[in-house]
């Protein structure tokens, strides 16, 4: 008897634990589509506050502290193969200076 009390329970909390999971994502998507109006500009939208004056706003990480445009690279990431971050990584190291092989030897 208890076990059939416990499998009921059970399933019931898993309904209702699945059915909160469905709304909320639900209404994540719905919010991710909707555009609110930003409150620091009066009201403009997201497309007016990409643009200001005719320029385009930059990141605040790309600004030095004077705020200015930085002027270095930055670091850009793609997938290699795990042969080709070997061959790299062992150019790498052949080309870096190193002790001479004598000294290593005594």
């Known amino acids: 008897m208890l076990h059939l009390i416990y499998i009921v329970a059970f399933t019931i909390i898993a309904f209702l634990a699945v059915s909160n999971l469905v709304r909320s994502l639900i ?3 719905m919010d ?3 555009h609110y109006p930003d409150r620091r500009n009066g009201g403009s939208s997201a497309k007016a ?3 200001k004056n005719g320029q385009k706003t930059i990141h605040p990480e ?3 502290e004077r705020g200015k445009p930085i002027n270095e690279p930055l670091l ?6 795990v042969e080709d971050a070997r061959q790299q990584l062992d150019a790498i190291y052949n080309a870096s200076p190193s002790p001479k092989k ?4 005594d």
């Open 49 to 51: 506050k990409k643009w």
């Open 27 to 29: 209404t994540v998507s």
């Open 76 to 81: 850009v990431m793609r997938s290699v193969s």
């Open 102 to 105: 004598d000294a290593e030897e």
């Open 32 to 34: 991710s589509q909707r």
């Open 62 to 64: 790309l600004l030095d």
